[in-house]
């Protein structure tokens, strides 16, 4: 879970930076949204992970490398 943490503050920071004319409404909801499908596909893994169909040690990394390259994209697009 500590990969979780900084991979989660990235896509926030990411999503953040963006300046809109609009309200924060939009990144707010974006970032709810990632956040919420990252939880998700946490659980699916750590079930597969739990009844032995996957090596546990593959259903704590494979959303962490999902969320990861995730999280890089949207660092390098966002707003400097």
Known sequence: ?????????????????????GGIGLNLGIG?????????VFQFFLAYGSSG???????????NLIFGTIAFIMYKLAQK
């Open 53 to 63: 169909s996957l090596h546990p040690l593959l259903a704590v990394v494979i959303p």
């Open 32 to 40: 709810l949204l990632v956040s919420f499908s990252f939880l998700i």
């Open 1 to 21: 879970m500590p990969f979780a943490m900084i991979i989660l503050t990235i896509i926030g920071v990411s999503v953040s930076s963006k300046k809109s004319r």
